[in-house]
């Protein structure tokens, strides 16, 4: 015969319905793990009084009380969790309960902005996305960085408006540094000097 498996050890468990939430989906992963040791805390009638304490998370790789922050923020920020009590000097630390389950033992909190199932109102916040990312030709290593906005975009173009870049391809030669020397008399040849050495008026070709 199989051995049973015992079913006695607690465990931390989050309702599906929960994770497949849209407002699940857009927490960060430290947010996530937070609400997981949240959960974790829970038994028989203990919802309202989870804690989200630097010492008692740090063991659980929690190494900043800012992430811990930042993420009690989207956890009610995404109505996930609820601020049941505040913390503060000589009064402890906060506690919270996770919307989804009933709160039983009321004594100590302050649950008049309490609402069952919050994360069911959860809209994004379209004022809070990010913009997209291009990849940065002059970004160390390929590194994304926001697009910038041009600082004259909008206004009269400047004198220089149809100057582009030139690429520069396969410079290398078996002279050495005389290719240099060439290229540089071809462009002071064109009427270029200083920075415009860098810089050819759009249709301008070398000859």
């Known amino acids: ?25 857009a927490l960060t992963f430290s947010a996530r793990s937070l609400l997981v040791l949240l959960t974790r805390q ?11 304490t630097y010492t008692y998370l740090r063991r659980f790789g929690f190494d900043s009380e800012r992430t811990i922050s930042r ?31 009933p709160i039983k033992n009321r004594d100590g909190l302050f649950l008049d902005g309490f609402k069952s199932c919050a994360w069911r109102d959860w809209k994004p916040d379209d004022k809070k996305t990010p913009p997209a990312k291009i990849q940065d030709p002059h970004g160390k290593n390929g590194i994304l960085t926001h697009a910038a906005h041009a600082k004259n975009a909008g206004g009269t173009p400047r004198k220089s408006a149809d ?25 002071a040849g064109c009427g270029l000097t200083g920075r415009q050495c860098f810089q050819i008026p759009a249709g301008r070709v070398l000859q």
């Open 1 to 25: 015969m199989a051995a049973k498996t015992s079913t006695k050890h607690p465990y931390a468990a989050i309702e599906h319905r929960v994770i497949d939430s849209d407002a699940y989906a």
């Open 42 to 52: 829970l038994s028989k009638d203990n919802n309202g009084h989870l804690q989200a």
């Open 71 to 101: 993420g009690i923020k989207e956890l009610i920020a995404g109505g996930l969790i609820y601020r049941a009590r505040c913390g503060g000097y000589q009064q402890g630390a906060s506690q919270y309960a996770v919307t989804w389950l």
């Open 163 to 187: 100057i582009e870049l030139m690429p520069c391809r396969e410079l290398v030669s078996d002279t050495g540094d005389d290719w240099m020397v060439g290229y540089l008399s071809r462009l």
